[in-house]
């Protein structure tokens, strides 16, 4: 996909941002409150007292000194992973509910990593869970582990369909390991991952004909369907009530489609009711353009300016078919968004100074967030060549308004220069007291991860380091 | 990648103590936990208004403990549990007895027993308590005991018996089996089903 064999790339050469860089808010917009961690560290406390009030009817209902023999062993392990794959599968529904609130305390980025994390621990549940039930139960009657299969599927209910859910987790969660991952599209990995709505439908029976601590009727089971129906609506709330809200009172649509550079467009969008949209410089939204090619996918993009009464704008590289269609964009065509997410904000510092890092087009959350940090921050932007660099005018005058320094590095990864400067030692002589900023970066991974290593040591605690990955 | 592998680690672990700590009869705190945990059992048994009739007769939650105790001890607790856990089950019952003698009389209540059931692990049998044309109650005069058995019979008792167990919601010997515990299911419902031939 390069730039002169899309005709669209060349179709508005000249125009530049329409605003002169200027943003249209009337005045600079106001430094925004600090938003602790309280809300992360209480919801993650809760999650913890979830778990462990999973197991404990289990811990009640066995009689101590019951498990003297292998059999007893096995199956009662085989109960606790089970117990515990069952709370952990609705967390992890739960995590990708959007729900706004999980949004807003935690952030889509950090909520990303969690699944991540609590994924692995969920496949490794699973998988115990079934291995360990089985070969306890076949021992148990004297028969081989495949026997076991055999009299599991034929004799009890809601096995199968069980049988099959564990098989979708683990067909999800190997293929979200992030060699497999790379290998896939992203299209067929994305259908996979749905699937795993099935696993909830799939392994719900199972649960309460065979679970014995959830088959008696009584508070246990109670509370077991609860959790369900609330997972259920924190689901129904965050991917269908919250945007439908959303959309119906802003009502976006595109306005004009910019050139910022051969290869990155910025997409200026209008709606109803702008002035009331609380959002931060640096969130992302998942956004949906309404056309005939491209209504079907959804992708997050960052909000490129901070929010201001008259305009959103996103500012997008062409990598794709997806993104190079996003060129042929109509004025007037209606936007889906659903967000904004993402603790990647100047609300999220725990500095009172920041440097920022930003690599090609990862200047445009760091461009979003330049007007709302406190004045005095740094600016670093590594790009490749001279015409990679984006937004140069607004970036210029946002310099000005908000006294920030901003160095341009620009070159290869191993010219002697950027390579210098991205070492420890360059950063402390650049940016003397970085080890007392916070640090937002945002950039290809590689960049990243560097800069991760230099900065943590150049002494940069891990707490104030804030990455913009919607990735896992 | 760090926090999931010592969430991984912290599974595993957590998992292996608390089975540890299951495992091992001597601990006190366990001890301790086993009557709390117990009257959560008996508590639908006796709350139920439908027992009433039959307890009034012949306390019915107590009928089961003493023939199963005498045939074959089948209750994971019995081996344990000293008469402690038994003593406040029936003082917890008491309260109710009176109550139901000042209640009018209700259709002719029947008790009838199945045919007992060999199997590989034990003995099986099943009584039934009818009021009308309804099973009210059902009991487990004998299950497989010892070992894993314990548990399984446990886990049988726990799902079937009783006022509001299975049997009585089914009103028929078509019960799910019960996870691990295919044989003992099977010769609860073959006893149960001749209980049913001889009660209707």
């Keep these: 996909m390069t730039y002169s064999h899309t005709h669209a790339a060349g179709r508005r050469t000249g125009t530049t941002s329409r605003h002169g860089g200027r943003s249209a808010a009337p005045a600079p917009p106001q430094t925004p409150p600090r938003r602790g961690p309280g809300g992360r560290r209480l919801l993650a406390a809760l999650l913890l007292v979830g778990l462990l009030a999973s197991v404990l009817p289990w811990w009640l209902g066995t009689p101590a000194g019951s498990l003297r023999t292998t059999a007893a062993t096995l199956t009662a392990a085989g109960r606790i992973t089970g117990l515990v794959a069952g709370y952990l599968l609705l967390v992890q529904v739960l995590m990708m509910s959007r729900l706004p609130v999980l949004e807003r305390w935690i952030g889509g980025e950090q909520l990303a990593r969690w699944h991540r994390d609590i994924g692995a621990t969920l496949l490794v549940a699973v998988l115990a869970h079934v291995s360990l039930t089985l070969v306890g139960y076949a021992d148990l009657r004297n028969q081989s582990v495949l026997a076991e299969v055999g009299t599991l599927l034929g004799d009890y209910e809601d096995m199968v369909s069980a049988f099959v859910a564990a098989g979708i987790m683990v067909l999800v969660g190997f293929t979200s390991i992030r060699a497999i991952r790379r290998a896939l599209p992203y299209e067929l990995w994305h259908l996979l991952h749905l699937s795993s709505y099935l696993v909830l439908l799939l392994g719900f029976g199972h649960q309460f004909s065979h679970g014995a601590q959830l088959y008696r009727p009584g508070p246990v089971r109670t509370g077991w369907i609860a959790l369900y129906l609330l997972v259920v609506a924190a689901l129904l709330w965050g991917r269908v009530i919250a945007p439908l809200a959303f959309n119906l009172r802003y009502r976006l649509r595109v306005a004009d489609v910019v050139a910022e550079s051969p290869d990155t467009i910025s997409i200026y969008l209008t709606g109803e009711r702008l002035d009331r949209l609380a959002m931060l410089g640096g969130q992302y939204f998942r956004w949906r353009f309404l056309t005939r090619g491209c209504w079907w996918q959804s992708h997050p993009f960052s909000v490129s300016a901070a929010a201001n009464a008259r305009w959103l704008r996103l500012t997008v590289k062409v990598v794709g078919a997806h993104t190079a269609a996003l060129r042929d964009l109509e004025p007037g065509t209606w936007v889906w968004a659903e967000g904004p997410s993402g603790t990647f904000t100047a609300a999220h510092r725990v500095r009172d100074r920041a440097l920022l890092i930003a690599g090609g087009s990862g200047i445009t959350p760091i461009r979003a967030m330049l007007e709302e940090l406190p004045p005095g921050a740094a600016l670093i932007y590594r790009a490749r060549t001279p015409a990679d660099v984006l937004l140069s005018r607004e970036l210029d005058w946002l310099a000005q308004a908000r006294d920030t320094s901003i160095w341009y590095v620009i070159g290869s990864r191993d010219d002697p220069g950027p390579r210098q400067l991205m070492s420890p030692d360059g950063l402390r002589q650049l940016v003397p007291d970085v080890a007392r900023r916070d640090v937002y970066l945002c950039g290809p991974p590689g960049l990243v991860e560097q800069s991760v290593r230099a900065l943590r040591r150049a002494g940069v605690p891990r707490r104030q380091i804030h990455l913009a990955t919607f990735e896992l | ?200």
């Excluded at chain 2, 023939?67 to 008491?94: I, Q």
């Design chain 2, 1 to 200: 990648m760090r926090r999931a592998f010592l969430a991984i680690t912290g599974l595993a672990a957590s998992t292996t103590a608390l089975v540890v700590l299951k495992g091992s009869p001597g601990t006190t705190q366990v001890a301790q936990d086993l009557p709390a945990a117990q009257p959560v059992n008996p508590t639908p048994q006796g709350a139920d208004p439908s027992v009433a009739p039959a307890a009034a007769g012949d306390p019915a939650g107590a009928a089961p403990k003493p023939s199963v105790s005498a045939g074959a001890p089948a209750s994971p607790k019995p081996s344990r549990s000293t008469a402690r856990p038994s003593g406040t089950r029936t003082t917890a019952k008491a309260p109710t007895t009176p109550r139901t003698t000042t209640k009018a009389p209700q259709p002719t209540t029947r008790r009838v027993t199945g045919p007992g059931v060999d199997n590989e692990y034990g003995y099986v049998q099943v009584q039934i308590v009818v009021s009308g044309n309804r099973i009210v109650e059902a009991i487990s005069l004998s299950l497989p005991s010892g070992g894993e058995s314990d548990i399984h019979s446990g886990d049988v008792r726990d799902r079937y018996n009783g006022t509001g167990g299975e049997v009585v919601q089914k009103q028929s010997a078509n019960l799910n089996t019960v996870s691990g515990a295919t044989e003992t299911s099977n010769s609860y419902k073959q006893s149960l089903r001749g209980a049913i031939e001889q009660a209707f």
